[in-house]
């Protein structure tokens, strides 16, 4: 079969050629998927390759659809490299890629025309915090989690447990959180994002009156320094939610806009398209959060606008020693200002985390200079299509994982904001339609995949809702009315999660069994450890030999409710509805087989 050239792929950056560390290049190369079976990368140093020089067989890293992608690990002794690559056909043909082209034959002279990684910097590296790679958020919606100080709850406060609507109030606060911290704490969580907290209006508080106050219905600064050092103690980092891409109404500089129009000193901390400001069917004559007139855009072009936040995320970071910041519409904002806002931040604590409320392919601010990570939405949707939509098939799924995979650069991957739902989403349980051995099977995934997982309050208890306001009730503290055996199971998954690297590690391959298209199977590995897991997406029982799909390791079932046997060379595994299995390999086997590849 002949090398299909149109679909080859490279360029040096990006998730494509770059700096995992001070000392290691990745670089990668797609290819036709099933075209090419073999791929040789020669690389070396373009002032002396006779001396520094090396041929490495690229490793298959994953497949999608239509792609293959490949993708080998290089330490240039000089921090400098140029290379190309020799493809091999499955007819034999061999082909070489270089910059500047395709040829027969290896390059001549061995600078020009081929690839350049022209030095490896460290000042270029992206170094996300190493703590988020072990990090479980819990994401908190601070007026729905628990009201701890009656006397500072709105005067018209509802009934805890009442029914949520879009505007009323139910008391949630700091010290609500604080009060349920061994709560989070046995439930195995070590990092919790809240909603925001600074003075606004609305109940989810992201019309912001004022970046740098509490809201007083929460607590205050004095409270917020309480809870970030008490969760401290308990190991729990704490990020903070910065809406910088608009403001609420309420916000001084534009009630001042308001009054006086354009003769207001702040004219030009907004983006006014009309004079004088008004709202007709809807469509403000400034630019606002989608079409929401209470919370017009903030003109981060203008440096007085760009100093006042810049000081807002800083201080929260120095005063209060939060541990990052979420970043909301953060694909709104221009580049320019992020990257200020990472200096400013970093300049204090380089380890805080600075996470973008982004949904789709996020690469321009994963570069380094902007974020260290952006909330995993593309995951997020694949997994609801195949555990809750059930719209896909268990190869489409791995497909879809492995796409996204290559999508970034190993470390972007490492720390991705991995999540099921949010404030913004259908509760997990209620797109499971209330299925709960499928919200497990769903959960189970999310906990055993590289990234930072993140559950959602009272997800782990068997919260349900739709759309907002539905999805943010209030936090059921009452154990009765709690599903228990729910909870049990994220605290067991949580400690699995903990207790095993290789399942938050990278190593990853998803095995196809396609005469069971709802079946999910992949395996976890690390230099010592190596796990199957089984994910049985159907309402049926499945009885399956799996000998021949298993490495031949001595394996063990350490968790599920599958049936494992396992006896010579025969493994057979009955696996009830929406059930699974988690298989552990024998540690002295580990070595002996080949992985299993998609």
């Not at 050092?229 to 309420?250: M, P, S, W």
């Not at 391959?509 to 976890?524: A, K, M, S």
Request: with cysteine.
């Amino acid at each position: 079969m002949t090398i299909m050239l149109e679909a080859l792929y490279h360029r040096p950056g990006q998730n494509w050629s770059y700096a995992y560390n001070d000392s290691t290049l990745h670089i990668r190369i797609r290819t036709k998927k099933g075209n090419v079976p073999q791929i040789q990368l020669f690389c070396g140093d373009k002032f002396n390759w006779d001396n520094y020089n090396e041929a490495i067989w690229m490793e298959h890293l994953v497949s999608d659809t239509l792609f293959d992608y490949w993708h080998a690990s290089v330490n240039p002794t000089f921090r400098r490299l140029v290379y190309y690559f020799e493809l091999h056909s499955l007819n034999h043909e061999i082909i070489y890629y270089l910059e500047k082209g395709f040829y027969s034959e290896h390059p001549a002279i061995k600078y020009e025309g081929l690839f350049d990684f022209p030095f490896l910097n460290p000042e270029d590296v992206h170094t996300p915090p190493s703590w988020v790679k072990e990090a479980i958020f819990y994401q908190i919606f601070p007026e729905r989690f628990a009201n701890g100080d009656p006397s500072i709850s709105p005067l018209n406060v509802s009934e805890w447990g009442g029914v949520p609507s879009p505007n009323n109030f139910f008391g949630g606060d700091l010290q609500g959180v604080i009060d349920h911290l061994d709560y989070l704490s046995e439930l195995g969580i070590n990092a919790v994002y809240f909603n925001p907290l600074f003075l606004a209006t609305t109940n989810h508080k992201y019309d912001t009156s004022d970046y740098m106050r509490i809201d007083p219905h929460f607590g205050n600064e004095e409270k917020l320094k309480e809870l970030v050092e008490a969760c401290h103690a308990r190991g729990i980092r704490v990020l903070l939610d910065g809406v910088f891409n608009h403001c609420g109404r309420t916000f001084p500089p534009f009630a001042d806009v308001l009054e006086k129009g354009e003769a207001s000193e702040y004219a030009n901390w907004f983006h006014i398209r009309k004079w004088p400001l008004h709202v007709v069917d809807g469509i403000a004559s400034y630019d606002t959060f989608g079409f929401e007139p209470l919370m017009p855009k903030l003109n981060t072009g203008n440096e007085e606008v760009r100093a006042y936040l810049l000081k807002a995320g800083r201080y929260w970071i120095e005063e209060i020693g939060v541990d990052g910041w979420r970043l909301d519409v953060a694909n709104e904002v221009d580049h320019q200002f992020w990257r200020e806002f990472r200096r400013e931040v970093k300049g204090v604590n380089p380890s805080a985390y600075l996470l973008g409320e982004i949904m789709h392919d996020s690469m321009p601010w994963l570069q380094g200079d902007q974020f260290d990570a952006v909330m995993n939405y593309p995951f997020t949707n694949i997994l609801l299509n195949f555990f809750a939509r059930r719209l896909t098939t268990a190869e489409q799924f791995a497909l879809a994982i492995n796409a996204q995979l290559a999508s970034y650069p190993q470390q972007i991957n490492e720390v991705a904001f991995n999540l099921l739902g949010s404030h913004d989403t259908v509760r997990l349980l209620t797109l499971c339609q209330g299925n709960v051995p499928l919200m497990k099977l769903a959960t189970l995934f999310q906990l055993t995949f590289q990234g930072a997982p993140c559950i959602y309050y009272g997800d782990e208890i068997g919260m349900d809702g739709e759309h907002d306001p539905y999805n943010r009730k209030c936090m059921e503290w009452d154990p009765d009315k709690q599903n228990t055996e729910l909870l049990h199971f994220f605290r067991e998954l949580i400690s699995l999660r903990k207790q095993f690297n290789a399942l938050r590690g990278s190593g990853l391959r998803f095995i196809l069994l396609r005469e069971q298209p709802q079946l999910l199977v992949y395996e976890r590995w690390d230099d010592t450890e190596r796990f199957i897991i089984m994910l049985n997406n159907q309402n049926s029982k499945i009885d399956l030999e799996i000998s021949s799909h298993l490495p031949e390791l001595d394996w063990r079932q350490i968790h599920g409710e599958a049936k494992f046997q396992s006896k010579d060379a025969r493994r057979q595994i009955s696996i009830p509805s929406y059930g699974y299995s988690i298989l552990q390999a024998s540690a002295d086997l580990l070595h002996q087989s080949n992985r299993p590849i998609l």
